[in-house]
């Protein structure tokens, strides 16, 4: 392209907003303006303009790749030309300074498309870009979006913190994939959670058979450098430590017996933490390490209890988090910290000395939308003279599929409010924290902390959820989009009808004829109704726009350096990232047995008490009445085996979507649950199979409390 022409690019761009854009992208660029449409019927050509960095080749084929794995054609020769330039070649093509280090511009002509970039981030930001704007699959409907664009993020650190201590461990495979989606949105950061899940040479007892071992790290770091991610190794370095305090030659350091918080007192506790730190270091050569350092709450508790009565809780802690500073001094990395602790002591982070303050970032951390905002969480670091990092949630934790209504306006606001205040990162967040959580379930929340952190202020929700599904699935139909609506308005009708609902596992497992299921039913059970309509619209909308999908186009022959298959399937279906499908219809089918539970709990108690009350008839239609009830709760089609059958087909689903991601480990527990409530279904089965007997045999039933069926409930007034 002449330098002309992106000179004259630079001027026309300025008067376009991108809330004027009709085009579906994630995040949403700084500054586009569409312009006419090129179909695709020949396919592309990528060209790497020379000097073709290393670097800028891997962008070249990362989007060669990814486009023949659609079955879109990517020919040495003819074809549409898509290339890749660096600014050097354009001078005219002025980039403001915040531009440079990551930014980038896109031309559409007639002839071609021409991505510019000043760095080979902002190339490679770039190119994902072109991945959006090409719609359709195969040759012959390959559309591609024309667009003239001028972007760069408002935020330099854009990363995911991704839990892996509470259950699920992801697979070295699945983490590559993960990398690959992530970069593609512009992530630049990927943290690891680690308690007791990263293998140390020097602390071998912590980590369990199957967690992360020193050669899957290294294996990982290399791997990600190459999608221009930085990953960050998180070790908690003073609570959350229970596992590995449980090893007994670990017990001195323990703040109390078998706890989660080291004792600050003890020297050991320092020479514990620089030998995993100095391992990590090895393993993760990036300029970040996170000490995570949040929820110490054994800390006064038991050995340094004197000390804080004396001091103070604040002080002992501050102090302890200065030891662990200096003492990693040598490994000249910025360390990360949670904010949780420290933010409510703004006159002692005050006098901290500058060295510490230079050597750390706080990341403050809220995962609930906040109506009062973000400020009071941040403020007292910034007022202090600390670099910060905002951490919002998917809202994944504890729940049978995240939940985005909290999820989405906590991204949003909090994000915002970090780049009002300064804040130069945001590290969206994944906790597992009762090991059910499944990764492929978040990426509706990842993907908006990635719009988030990258686009400019408050990030519209609307334009997101209105994008998503043809971005991140290749759906043209929206049924997707619609899918993970109905799936917040499930969760709001739990949420906001009933106190303990909130679509948690807790109530999944929940049995409804227990004390506290009675208790929760009634809550649960008036809203149940809707609860469900919304749960299975999502499945209609699901099965809908799988079925609109036509059949994967056959993908181009020729040499691929670099292959995301598993990121775009080629068969059977052209929809992209089907394991994401499969698991938000694992969690729509999760959400509609919790009312389907409670209405089966309320039938079968009506049912029973129905029957109990013609046990002592003598007329023949009323005594086979009895015997239809009976069949009803516990018959080929009955209640009780409606329970047994959604279960044990969850359990098989669950254990399908659980291999898409992880390792084996930590799966047993889970499945176990499964089994042991299919387990009291078919319990209770045998009982009621008890009771027909002697119906059969004597025109006489036990009463229900004998059965443990509870009453109906009363009739509402």
């Keep these: 392209m002449p330098s002309s022409r992106l000179g004259y690019l630079l001027l026309a761009l300025s008067i376009f907003a991108s809330a004027q854009s009709p085009l579906k992208l994630i995040p949403i660029p700084r500054e586009v303006h569409a312009v006419a449409d090129r179909p695709l019927a020949q396919g592309v050509r990528i060209v790497c303009a020379a000097p073709c960095a290393t670097e800028d080749k891997f962008a070249a084929d990362d989007l060669s790749a990814a486009l023949l794995a659609r079955g879109i054609p990517v020919a040495e020769a003819g074809g549409f030309p898509i290339e890749l330039t660096r600014l050097a070649e354009h001078p005219d093509a002025k980039f403001t300074d915040e531009m440079k280090a990551e930014g980038y511009i896109i031309h559409t002509s007639p002839t071609g498309l021409t991505v510019v970039g000043e760095t080979a981030e902002g190339l490679f930001y770039g190119a994902q870009t072109v991945k959006q704007l090409v719609e359709g699959n195969g040759a012959s409907s390959v559309l591609l979006r024309g667009a003239n664009i001028r972007d760069w993020p408002a935020m330099k650190y854009r990363g995911l913190d991704d839990d892996l201590s509470r259950g699920p461990i992801t697979t070295l495979e699945f983490e590559k994939h993960m990398i690959r989606t992530l970069a593609a949105y ?34 990982l770091v290399a791997y990600a450098k190459l999608y221009h991610i930085t990953i960050i190794p998180e070790q908690e370095a003073f609570g959350h430590l229970h596992h590995n305090l449980n090893w007994e030659q670990y017990q001195p350091l323990a703040e109390t017996p078998h706890g989660a918080v080291l004792a600050p007192g003890q020297a050991g506790s320092v020479a514990l933490i620089t030998q995993m730190f100095t391992e990590l270091a090895n393993l993760y050569p990036g300029p970040f390490l996170h000490i995570g350092a949040d929820e110490t709450v054994d800390l006064g508790l038991g050995q340094t209890k004197a000390d804080v009565d004396s ?16 003492v990693l001094k040598p490994l000249n990395r910025r360390l990360l910290f949670w904010g949780d602790i420290a933010q409510d002591s703004p006159d002692l982070l005050k006098d901290l000395p500058q060295s510490f303050k230079d050597s750390t970032i706080a990341v403050a951390w809220v995962y609930n939308p906040e109506a009062r905002g973000y400020d009071r969480f941040l403020t007292p670091f910034t007022k202090a003279g600390f670099e910060t990092w905002v951490a919002p949630s998917v809202n994944n934790f504890r729940k049978v599929y995240p939940n985005n209504n909290l999820a989405l306006a906590n991204i949003q606001r909090f994000t915002a409010d970090g780049q009002r205040l300064g804040s130069t990162g945001q590290l969206n967040t ?36 209105d994008s998503y599904a043809q971005v991140f699935h290749g759906d043209a139909t929206g049924d997707l989009n619609e899918a993970q609506k109905e799936m917040m308005l499930a969760h709001s009708v739990l949420k906001d009808q009933a106190k303990e609902g909130d679509g948690t596992n807790s109530i999944f497992w929940l049995d409804p004829m227990s004390k506290d299921g009675l208790r929760i039913g009634a809550q649960v059970l ?53 394991a994401a499908i499969d698991a938000l219809e694992l969690g729509a089918r999760r959400m509609d047995l919790i009312g389907l539970k409670f209405q089966l709990a309320e039938e ?7 029957a109990y009350a013609m046990q002592n008839t003598t007329d023949k239609k009323e005594r086979m009445s009895v015997s239809r009830e009976l069949s009803d709760i516990n018959g080929v089609n009955g209640r009780i085996q409606d329970y047994i059958d959604a279960y044990s087909l969850l359990r ?7 291999y898409r991601s992880n390792r084996a480990y930590a799966l047993r527990p889970l499945l176990e649950h499964y089994d042991y409530t299919v387990g009291v279904w078919e319990a209770r089965s045998e009982r009621l199979r008890s009771a027909q007997r002697q119906w059969s045999d004597t025109h ?11 009453p109906p409930a009363p009739a509402a007034k």
Excluded: C
Aim: glycine share 6%; aromatic share 12%; no cysteine.
């Design 430 to 465: 994944i906790w597992n924290d009762d090991g059910e959580g499944l990764f492929n379930q978040d990426w509706y929340g990842i993907l908006f902390g990635a719009a988030a952190a990258w686009q400019k202020g408050e990030s519209s929700i609307a334009a997101f959820q």
């Design 652 to 658: 098989d689903l669950y254990e399908q979507a659980w």
């Design 526 to 578: 008036p809203y149940a109704h809707d609860l469900r309509l919304h749960a299975e619209r999502a499945l209609t909308l699901i099965a809908q726009a799988r079925a609109a999908a036509p059949a994967a186009p056959p993908v181009s022959t020729g040499p691929k350096v670099y292959d995301p298959a598993d990121s775009y399937p080629t068969a059977p279906t052209t929809l992209r990232e089907t």
């Design 604 to 610: 079968i108690a009506e049912g029973y008490q129905r």
């Design 700 to 710: 006489t039933l036990p009463p229900a409390a004998d059965l443990g069926i509870p």
């Design 311 to 326: 001091r103070g809780l604040a002080p002992v802690y501050l102090d302890f988090l200065q030891r662990i500073v200096t």
């Design 186 to 219: 512009k992530i630049n950061l990927y943290s690891p959670y680690f308690e007791h899940t990263q293998q140390y040479v020097s602390n071998p007892l912590m980590a369990p058979p199957g967690s992360v071992t020193a050669e899957e790290a290294i294996e």
